[in-house]
């Protein structure tokens, strides 16, 4: 357990040995993460919002502020990532895989400290039925930008240390929930650059039956480069996307 610090944004937050809300209290630490997390703890620390993404946050500060969980576990074939796939009939990113999140809500508190925090652990238990007792944050990454819904978006990192079970919680909004391996996300075979009829190019992966790209796509890719994980991969396979996506 470690000392407990003063905060001023999301990633310095207090911390105490675990993720989840205590007394109203929420933290961020690396105590007892494995080993194999180093890397990804090591580079939240130390990347900027640009080394992430050419859309960053509005300087005007507007833009809904909002929040998902990066969640690592340990599955049959090691490392995994949660995610899910959002439903297709939601007005924003339809269909589309993602992380576990979405907007602040004000109970959620600050958003410039601990509010994307609380954030992204409300929304994973709505969509996924996930514990957040189980999970330990660890790591919070620069806020980052999606032009197309307006969302201003914290990525929490958080490790899976207690797992719980997970699965579609209102098919309104998810259609299904599941976990990929890392080793998959980092498989050559499975990555291939996305174009959008607009012009727009991006990272994808081709795993679990889904074409992860977008947002999702984009922090899985800076992560694994950023880790160390990235391997080789032909970026000039590429995957069309319909003109809806």
């Given amino acids: 357990m470690t000392h407990a610090q003063s905060t001023h944004t999301a990633r310095d937050a207090a911390t105490d040995g675990t993720g989840a809300p205590q007394d109203g209290a929420i933290t961020v630490t690396t105590d007892g993460i494995p080993g194999w997390l180093d890397p990804v703890a090591a580079a939240a620390r130390s990347v900027r919002a640009k080394q992430m993404s050419a859309f960053l946050p509005p300087k005007s500060g507007a833009g809904r502020q909002s929040a998902v969980l990066v969640l690592f576990g340990e599955g049959e074939r090691g490392p995994e990532l949660l995610l899910m796939e959002r439903s297709g009939t939601l007005r924003s990113h339809a269909g589309q895989p993602s992380f576990p999140g979405g907007s602040l809500d004000p109970e959620d508190g600050d958003p ?3 509010g994307p ?3 992204a652990l409300r929304e994973a238990e709505e969509e996924t039925g ?3 007792g189980g999970v330990q944050l660890f790591g919070v990454l620069p806020r980052l930008y999606i032009p197309v819904s307006g969302f201003v ?3 929490v990192l958080g490790w899976w240390r207690v797992p719980s079970p997970v699965g579609v919680v209102d098919p309104a ?7 990929v391996p890392v080793a998959d996300l980092t498989d050559p075979a499975n990555r291939a650059t996305a174009v959008h009829p607009s012009g727009h190019r991006g990272p994808a992966f081709l795993v679990e039956s889904a074409l992860v790209w977008g947002f999702t796509a984009g922090v899985i ?3 694994m480069h950023y880790a160390g994980w990235e391997r080789p991969w032909d970026r000039a396979k590429q995957v069309p996307l319909d003109r809806r996506a």
């Fill in 117 to 119: 925090l609380r954030a």
């Fill in 112 to 114: 410039a400290t601990t």
């Fill in 153 to 155: 978006v914290t990525p």
């Fill in 130 to 132: 996930l514990d957040p």
């Fill in 221 to 223: 890719d800076r992560i």
């Fill in 173 to 179: 909004e998810t259609a299904r929930v599941f976990t």
